[in-house]
């Protein structure tokens, strides 16, 4: 079978039969190559593409750990994405402030529109769980590939202090 070198978008079971990378102890879970395709569209546009976790954004993601981090992202997601109308849509994301804003906005899960034309999750209708479950696990996954280099060395916890160096 041949690779699929069109942009065509999942099928809404391919599109959220995703685990997150956000159960080990430590991030360790291998790459999420299900999401490889969006990433490589979500390399192409020069506003999405400028988007990069600082230093301090993965020492807070070392300090917090995977699992708080993970639960910030499914609260975002629930309060400021999930409602059929969000409240200021298309400016509900703040561009800093926490490592899962820089996410929300690399990968287009920001608001309803971007949602749409990225993901093909139309708007106008509540997020289903499913749909909230995979628009946080892009988020982890692009927040796992911008710590990756950064891993080995500062070895990011699950949880904080329960991991011993």
């Known amino acids: ?11 809404e079971g391919e599109l959220f039969a995703i685990d997150s990378p956000c159960g080990n102890e430590t991030n360790t879970a291998e790459p999420n190559h299900e ?32 699992t708080t981090i ?13 409602p059929a109308c969000p409240p200021n849509d298309g400016r509900q994301t703040p561009m800093r402030g ?12 920001c608001c309803r529109g971007c949602l749409e034309k990225w993901h093909g999750i139309p708007r106008g209708r509540e997020l289903t769980e499913e749909e909230q479950r995979y628009a946080v696990n892009v988020i982890m996954e692009w927040i796992r590939r911008q710590t990756e280099p950064h891993d080995t060395q500062n070895n990011i916890p699950d949880n904080p202090g329960s991991h011993q160096p």
């Open 1 to 11: 079978m041949s690779k699929k070198t069109t942009h065509s978008r999942p099928t």
């Open 35 to 66: 999401l490889d395709p969006l990433f490589e569209r979500l390399a192409c546009s020069t506003f999405r593409s400028r988007f990069r976790l600082k230093a301090g954004d993965i020492l807070y993601i070392k300090e917090k750990g995977w």
């Open 70 to 82: 993970h639960r910030h992202a499914a609260d975002f997601i629930r309060r400021r994405l999930a």
């Open 98 to 109: 926490h490592p899962v804003f820089i996410a929300q906005h690399a990968t287009a899960c």
